[in-house]
């Protein structure tokens, strides 16, 4: 797709808010976007009146779109305090021989997950090489439609050829009660709020799931009918199920319920994770401490795998046989992460972190001590940790842990010298 070609062809001089018939008939083929984050940033009336144009277009509903003033360097000003969404739309009237030069400040803090789409005013071939070829993953001629922008993010997370949307990230106990849920939970709630990313946190543990008591809600039985009826799940059904904890964050919750067994096949989630991937940014998967046939194809699947284990001999033995099956499951994946918790019971004889970590030849990411009062008011209360207590070295974990799981190394970013290299950092897309 040549973005220059648009201008050419497109709907018209300027989009002056009427209705094209022919531009709407093309829209008609565009499908509803994922829950993604766009931030917009323009610099002429023209852009800011396409961007709110589009805000109200039933296609966005569930896009979260904030529309500022200012090009590149109110862009770059503002995500050098916060983390950047998941598409970021950007207009700039530089000319092409500054463009680049002007884009370097916004790749220095521009996470690699993600696009960047900008809106020049100049048509120009060489410049529009040179930008996808560092990692902008459009470049648009002004005057442009709302069906132009419309069409084009379509094109980066819609498309069928689009690479997929979203991460996966599956939570484990090497044992039973060790503190997987309650990691699984406070990880989803903190990657929804740290990274403005809309989140889904699916529990897999049908018959004994917490999360909708960590959450206080009362949902429906979410996770169920998606998997009992994978025949009707698409994403209206999907959005049904779906339980909303948070402004970012939504919960596909477990019935809790015994009036039936949970006997599953294989591959009884895997239509729910493809749907899942789909259309949220991010799948927090809470699998319980089971090995069953599905529980391996999930874990199979998901992008991430994070173990939690304590500190005893038993949690060791079954850390190493996970680690084990799971290298033979997923041969050209990343390990797992291995968090210990509840370390440092008094009286209790514990083996040392540096012990445990040794025979399974890898670190722990992250080593959370044991806070009956923390953890308990938490769960009692229906909040996480960090809405209890945000600055508890805990809380501080668990951004560390958010950050790590999904691919975002630390929480400042790194200033990098070099244009070449600082563009790179937007990532091929
Ligand atoms: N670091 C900690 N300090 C104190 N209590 C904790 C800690 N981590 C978790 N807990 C508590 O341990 C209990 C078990 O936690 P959770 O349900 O998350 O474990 P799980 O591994 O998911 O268990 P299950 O095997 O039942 O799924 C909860 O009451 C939780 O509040
Ligand atoms: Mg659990």
Redesign the pocket.
């Known amino acids: 797709m040549n973005a220059i070609d648009y201008e050419i062809g497109s709907a018209g001089p300027e989009d002056d808010g009427e209705p094209d018939q022919r531009v709407l008939g093309d829209m008609e083929q565009i499908r509803p976007l994922p829950r993604i984050s766009i931030h917009a940033f323009c610099e002429t009336d023209a852009v800011s009146r396409v961007m709110d144009r589009m805000a109200e277009d039933r296609r966005m509903s569930k896009v979260s779109l904030r529309i500022n003033g200012g090009g590149i360097a109110a862009a770059a000003r503002m995500f050098s305090q916060i983390p950047t969404p998941n598409l970021i739309i950007v207009e700039t009237t530089a000319s092409p021989h500054n463009l680049l030069d002007e884009l370097s400040p916004l790749a220095e803090v521009c996470d690699p997950a993600t696009k960047v789409i900008v809106i020049g005013h100049h048509n120009d071939i060489n410049l529009y090489r040179e930008l996808i070829r560092n990692g902008i993953s459009e470049y648009l001629v002004a005057p442009v439609s709302m069906a132009d922008v419309l069409r084009t993010v379509s094109g980066i997370f819609v498309d069928p050829q689009a690479e997929p949307l979203g991460r996966s990230i599956a939570f484990i ?1 090497a044992k ?7 990691i699984a939970h406070n990880c989803a709630f903190m990657i929804s709020h740290l990274f403005d990313s809309e989140t889904v946190l699916a529990d897999l ?1 049908l018959p ?1 799931g ?1 999360a909708n008591i960590d959450f206080d809600q009362d949902p429906a039985q979410g996770i169920a009918e998606a998997v009992f009826t994978p025949e009707r799940l698409d994403e209206v059904f999907l959005d049904r199920l779906l339980n909303k904890c948070s402004d970012k964050l939504s919960l596909l919750a477990a019935p809790s319920l015994l009036d039936r067994a949970y006997d599953f096949s294989g591959d009884a989630f895997l239509p729910l994770l493809e749907i899942l991937q789909r259309t949220a940014p991010v799948t927090v998967l809470d699998v ?2 089971v090995w069953t046939d599905w529980a391996r194809s999930v874990l199979s699947s998901a992008d991430e795998v994070v173990i ?1 284990a304590m500190p005893d001999l038993a949690n060791l033995r079954n850390t190493k046989n996970l680690l084990d099956a799971l290298k033979k499951l997923r041969p050209h994946d990343k390990a797992p992460h291995l968090i210990l ?2 370390v440092g019971m008094v009286k209790r004889p514990e083996i040392a972190p540096a012990d445990f970590c040794e025979p399974l030849e890898m670190e722990a990411a992250a080593i ?5 009062q923390l ?2 008011d938490a ?1 009692n209360s229906g909040r996480m940790i960090s809405e209890i207590d945000g600055k508890s070295p805990v809380a501080e974990t668990f951004s560390q842990i958010a950050h790590l799981v999904t691919g975002r190394a630390t929480i400042k970013k790194e200033k990098k010298g070099g244009l070449g290299k600082v563009l790179g950092m937007l990532g091929r897309k």
């Open positions: 106990g039973g009660g060790v503190g997987s849920s309650t543990d004994y917490t319980p401490h939690t918790n509840q959370i001590p044991l806070n009956v953890f308990g769960a």
